[in-house]
């Protein structure tokens, strides 16, 4: 087992490295090869990993490969920690990659950096390979910076974009925000366990005396540095207010959206809470922190989607607004139910990115949904898995988004206080906004008629790229049927493991019985009359209305504010520099003094004149005062 | 093994430095022989490595006669793991200056090679001295050497720029020497470890700490005695800046290791609060500065202030750790994660002044509002520079994060709004260096002319050996810091007891 686990992160990262510095020796479409297969193998063995996992729950893996740092006491390993949870992410993500690799090599054939472009998901899917499997904090946060770092270069791939480097600036800052709060909370977290390790952590929880810790603004210490450490997963998982980075690291290529932002690493902030769950299962205002957050994310973010015309974009605020559920359900302590969903959002969201790519390809990197309209005669099989994407992402029953989206709202209603009932209504709100903005953008690029140019120029991309669409339809559909493993889900036994279940076909009556449906119709109701019939409804003209759909499309104002804060330290900062650092410190005292000495120096040689008389009147002057001092004194 | 591996490692490059300056024809001859001296002493001060036995914390490869009798005097030298980590630093960043600069031609290169050596061996020597004045030798003969290399080879503004960093450095030096002569009238000896054993009053220690330490925090340089570096790195040539930037610095951080923590530990303990607001400043106050900056060369060194504030930061928490929890581990952790920030940033900020320094060869302008798009001209030089952008704001994988890691473990654990604070470099030091990547190496470039070369071959070899060490270091740590351990935990002990009695 230790060799397989081994090999899984080190062949993705020899592919990375192998790719990255060939140089000419390999050509683009075999150094694409190279890097498929080997995450291919990749894929089999963690496979092989997972399925020991699918009878026995109680089986952890865990070592450490080598010691990172030690002194005394202090161990800070790189190994692994494989349980149920690890693994299946493991396959969640070496999967997506896999799938991901194979689009790529049809979709960047053309590209002049291919094999940078190809050594990068490489290494992005080492890191968080590296974040999955580790076995203390200190390597998930590696990890988390890995992921990060990469997605910053990704985003920034076309380098001669002024509007990519700029998002891709921001993606980095914004997520420097989060990360200094995420280690302080692992600052914390050591501090009160005297260890980054996750299983002595985890054991050493109930021991641990939480009145002998220091509690800050009237939260106790766990709470606090899970807060931190749930601030650093904000910006990562991009839960208001710092999700303004990821609508605009959409100026990367677009398989890399699929992959590293919607289906993988802004999962990783999900995955981190789920990974110490122990911890968060015992904290009350953090969690009900984070289900606020989560269920206004999930409502407010959405709705920016159904005014937005970028279809990469639409997507993009979906996938905040699906996080956004993720991460209710971690706040109301159902760890699995939140995994569930990640699970099932990673292909379908994978889908619906490399499907929006197979359309922007076809239409020669046209991305405005407006002028889209009538593709779906000319792209049948695109049509299909869009299609496809879409119902899952709704929730439309038997998908597999209907079985994990069902099952968040369910477990909202199972604590009764009115936090977890507001934020019930806001993600049920948020479903019916989800089919809104799914079905608008299904009708206005498939349906109707096609807005700029000739439609008959248009074409079904090749084998290559279309393939990966077909099996992440199937699996949008399959996904939702592994349903009995999450319910099961041992996430170190905390949190909620009591969910209602009581066979598929109970749980199908069940949901498609729930208000989610009705929501989900409505919303189709209404996407269908006013984008596909072009039904002009009255209500649309009050005032009202039209001031909350100018606050919604003005995205809140949360980018303004972030570009007046970063305007407002850079004019801060420019004061410092001028006014203190070269002003006062430099000019005044550094050069100052020494100026102040030479001029009192020249005074001085001013006097001394050569002129006799001068000095026979200061001599006579000097005996005077001696003499007139000496007299005094006598006297 | 021989014996005077330490005199030779200091003396060698001296004389060979000082035979160079009478050859100056051949300039082929004259770059071999450079890179041969240098290539030597690399060899040497890695077989001192190598027989050096970390588990030992007391000085080894000692040598010690007598030099000036009356005044009690020695040429005393040895090493601790401490210093045997800084000569290598420093035989590593000369050798890889000597490369560097055999891509030069510049006038009277003969003379410009024979400052490095002799400022290569002097630095050896400040590093293995163990007699207090035998180190101010070496510490104030340093600044010769650096001096014309500023003030012959700089820029425009280089004779300002060089008086100020001598009168400045030297106005430190005046205190140093006092301490050492006021420690000596009581003590009668200059011997390190009878500096050790000393033991004065809280209003002496007091007193010499500060003197000391404002000698240090010059040479450091600590907030508010900074401002001589930008100035001096914007004047001194390429190699000059990683010099500066790469080993006088650390010697500064040296000082503070070797001849003020452990010997007047009372004097810091009360005084503490003041160094460590000052770190504090630098690395919070200095890095924002770093953001505004235009000039490529004076936002590196603002940063390289900002990374020395992380350095003195982990010198000084230990006496809050002391006071609030007395666990040696903690202190030893900090004082690691100092020494593991001193050897990153040499090699970091080294290579980032020799990419700007080849950027500012070819483009003729170190100011960031006139290059963009060097990605497109200079592919090697951009991704490089971009590496060593990322591993200057503290990316993990990269040895800086190791240090940063340490240091902001220990100082959660002196003060919460320490750690917070000390964090925010996080956001700082992303804030200036990938901005700077932004306007500089991305985008469209603004001149566009064909013939800029990108780095040649012995370049791409400087570079990719620097991010190489940069990250065995980030990725492997355990090596250095066991290194180190045995030494500072007897440091440590030192100064516990120190304090306790």
Known sequence: MQTILFLIPILVLASSIIIGLSGNIINNFYSGLISTILVFISFGLSLVICSSFYFDNSVILYEDFYNWISIDNLHITIGYLIDKLSSIMLVVVLFISLVVHIYSIGYMKDEKDFKRFFSYIALFTFSMLLLVMSNNLIQLFIGWEGVGLISYLLIGYWHNKESAIKANLKAFLINRIGDMFFILGIVMIYSAFDSFDFKTIFTNIDSIDLNNLESYFGLNYIDFSCLFLFIGAMAKSAQIPLHVWLPDSMEGPTPISALIHAATMVTAGIFMVARLSPLYATTDFTSDFILIIGASTALFIGVIAIFENDIKKVIAYSTISQLGYMVAALGISAYSVSFFHLFT??????????????????????????????????????????????????????????FSKDLILEVMLYENNTISYIAYFMLLTGALVTSIYSFRLLFLVFFGKFKSGNIEDIVEQSTLILAPLIILSLLSLSAGYFINIFIELPIFMYGINNINYDGLLNFIIHGVLSPASVALIVGFYFAKRIYKDDTKYKIFEVKIIKIFKQIISSKYKFDEFFILSAHKMVNLSNYFSKKFDIALIDSFIVNGLPLKINNFSRKLRNSSTGYLYHYAFSIVFSLVVIFGIILVRVL | MNINILSLLIWLPIFSGLLLLFYNRKIKYINLYNIFINALIFVFSVLLLKNFNHAIADFQFVENIQWIEYLNINYYLGVDAISILLILLNSIIFLIVAFYNSTLTIKKQNHYYASFLIANGLTIGVFSALDAILFYVFFEALLIPMFLIIGIWGGPNRIYAAIKFFIYTFLGSVLLLISFIYINSTIHSFNVNSFYDAHFSLAEQEWLFIAMAIAFAIKIPMFPFHTWLPDAHVEAPTSGSVILAAILLKVGAYGFLRYVIPVVPMGALSLDIYFIILSLIAIVYVGMIAIVQDDMKKLIAYSSISHMGFVTLGFFIIFQLFSNTSIKEDIVISLSGSMYQIISHGFISAALFICVGSIYDRYKTKKISEISGILNQMPIYGWFFVFFALANCGMPGTSSFVGELLIIISSFKANFIYSILASGTLVISAAYSMWLVKRVIYGESQININNYIDANKRETIILFTLSLIVLILGIYPDYMITFMNATLVNMVDNIIIKISI
């Open chain 1, 345 to 402: 959002h990673a292909f379908f969201k994978a889908l619906l990115f490399l499907c929006a790519g197979s359309i922007i390809m076809s239409l020669h990197h046209n991305q405005n949904i407006q002028n889209m309209g009538g593709l779906k005669s000319r792209l049948p099989v695109t049509y299909i898995c869009f299609l496809i994407g879409t119902l899952s992402i709704i929730g439309f029953p038997l998908t597999s988004g209907f």
